[in-house]
């Protein structure tokens, strides 16, 4: 029986369909040619017997591309949409264990004249029942005010131990601290529903790609969510305490009332890093270590 | 040390001390001393309401044994808690002067009026919030008012005073004296005795 060809998938305004009838069935072959825009197709008629046997092979060869492209692209961007909600689930992943793990310095929020700072939650009086402690700023940066006339630095001088310095900074630096911890908290309300989601996606992704049921890259990508979780929560204890001593040290160097603020600091970008970097890490090898399970020998 | 008292617009004053040369450990201690012996002195088993500006979780009203007794309100946009107190105690003075660091950062304000009198609350609201920025000028206001700032409560607003000019006097005088700290009363006396022409 003859091939029925059909070139409905060839973009029609760049095409002719042309029907030849086949002498040994009943079927047609519908062939479609290219229009040349400066020769009009009714002025030179083809003779079916002189184009059906080359436009058979370069329709499937044309059609085979087309399919083999079809196939690329959709491989393709199924891959950068699972690197994506990879890289957005981690970076969420770490950004909401960060705020669940027991922090020693926390941001402070934008009040009266301060745009941002950091706040020691070991500190402060003690208050509550049970009692404990409320907490106490340690750094904060503040617009100018009536008595300090430019953008400034304060250093809470009961934790420091020395006198508030008031060390100026510029409008720029104020803007852009209190332009990153903005989006750092928004980013934070959201961390926990984005993680979430783009681990469902992923999993319902890999689960439709074993047939709707759990297979192997349903297990890997299970094993990657874990790992991405269990990374974020064991990179940001070691974040936090390595950021602390790498702060302290280099704050140090900066005389007495640096080691204080300088571990605050150390200690709050390491945790928010580690965190971040975990869950990266820990995706990672959750996925090899599934792949070795799923794939060894039985 | 020096602790400078100057007059407000139309009916108050403000008393600060010298943070030129940056102040030292014991200078912060000794003034937040002063600051208590003030608000006990002002506020006293006097009925009062306590503002939280932007509250937060570790406001001092949140601590309080009738802190369900808290109203929060929003107002142009921001968030206050209205405490109300029928009688300050000392230990809640205490509690705001020493250590408070909403006190120390002007958001936590004290104004006097009894537990039916919010429209005072709203008036004081309203003339901070027309100030382009705090202490950019002085707000204008019928209420007696009480609140400080700037980082350590380094200056203590006290506006419609109930009591004196010269009672303040005499008491800032007493708690200056008794830390052995130079009170300059210069620009207050000037313009409570305005040299004649």
């Known amino acids: 029986m003859a091939p029925r060809i059909d070139g409905n998938n060839i973009p029609a305004q760049t095409a002719q369909t042309r029907q030849i009838p086949n002498s040994d069935s009943d079927e047609v072959i519908r062939v479609e040619t290219c229009i040349q825009k400066d020769k009009p197709v009714n002025q030179q008629p083809v003779s079916s017997c002189e184009l059906a046997p080359q436009s058979n092979s ?5 059609r085979n591309e087309l399919a083999l492209y079809g196939q690329n692209r959709r491989n ?19 950004v909401e264990v960060d705020k669940l793990l027991p922090r020693r310095y926390q941001l402070e929020p934008p009040r009266g004249d301060t745009v941002t700072g950091l706040r020691d939650t070991s500190a402060g009086r003690v208050r509550g029942n049970p009692p404990k402690p409320v907490g106490d700023w340690l750094i904060r940066f ?9 953008p400034h630095i304060n250093m809470n001088p009961r934790l420091t131990g020395v006198p508030d310095p008031h060390t100026q900074i510029s409008p720029t630096t104020l803007k852009f601290l209190g332009g990153s911890a903005r989006t750092l908290e928004a980013f934070g309300r959201v961390a926990r529903p984005v993680a979430l989601v783009t ?12 047939g709707n049921q759990i297979g192997r890259n349903t297990q890997i990508t299970a094993g990657s969510v874990a790992g991405g979780w269990a990374g974020a929560a064991a990179g940001g204890l070691a974040g936090a305490k390595g950021g602390a001593i790498a702060g302290a040290f280099v704050g140090a160097f900066f005389g007495g009332v640096g080691a204080v603020p300088g571990a605050a600091i150390g200690g709050f970008i390491g945790g928010l890093a580690g965190s971040i970097g975990g869950a990266f890490v820990g995706s990672s090898l959750g996925e090899s270590v599934a792949e070795s399970i799923v794939d060894a020998p039985r | 040390m020096k602790i400078i008292v100057k007059p407000l617009k139309k009916n108050g004053l403000s008393f600060g001390f010298d943070t030129s040369p ?9 003034w937040e001393s002063i600051v208590r012996e003030m608000l006990t002195f002002a506020y006293l088993n006097r009925p009062a309401y306590l503002i939280t500006v932007q509250p937060q979780e570790w406001s001092l009203v949140n601590f309080s044994p009738d802190a369900h007794e808290t109203i929060r309100e929003n107002v142009n946009g921001k968030p206050y808690f209205f405490y109300y107190q029928n009688a300050c105690s000392a230990e809640l003075l205490e509690n705001i002067s020493v250590g408070d660091e909403d006190f120390k950062r002007a958001l936590l304000w ?21 100030s382009r ?47 052995d700290i130079e009170l300059d009363a210069m620009a207050l006396e000037k313009t409570a005795h305005p040299p004649k022409t």
Do not use: C
């Open chain 2, 22 to 30: 940056v102040p030292t450990m014991r200078d912060i201690s000794n």
């Open chain 2, 133 to 179: 920025r705090l202490f950019d000028f002085t707000p204008e206001v019928e209420t007696e008012w009480l609140f400080a700032g700037f980082d350590y409560a380094e200056t203590v607003y006290w506006y419609n005073p109930v009591f004196g000019i010269d009672e303040i006097l005499q008491k800032l005088s007493d708690s200056a004296q008794h830390f």
């Open chain 1, 142 to 150: 503040d617009v100018a005010d009536k008595r300090t006339t430019y």
């Open chain 1, 199 to 210: 681990d469902t996606i992923r999993l319902g992704s890999a689960f439709s790609s074993d």
């Open chain 1, 76 to 94: 393709q961007i199924e891959r950068t949409f699972e690197e994506g909600s990879s890289i957005l689930g981690n970076t969420a992943k770490g």
């Open chain 2, 110 to 130: 004290l104004i006097s009026a009894e537990k039916n009198e919010k429209s005072k609350i709203y008036e004081v609201i309203r003339a901070m919030d027309e």
């Open chain 1, 58 to 62: 370069s329709i499937f060869n044309r």
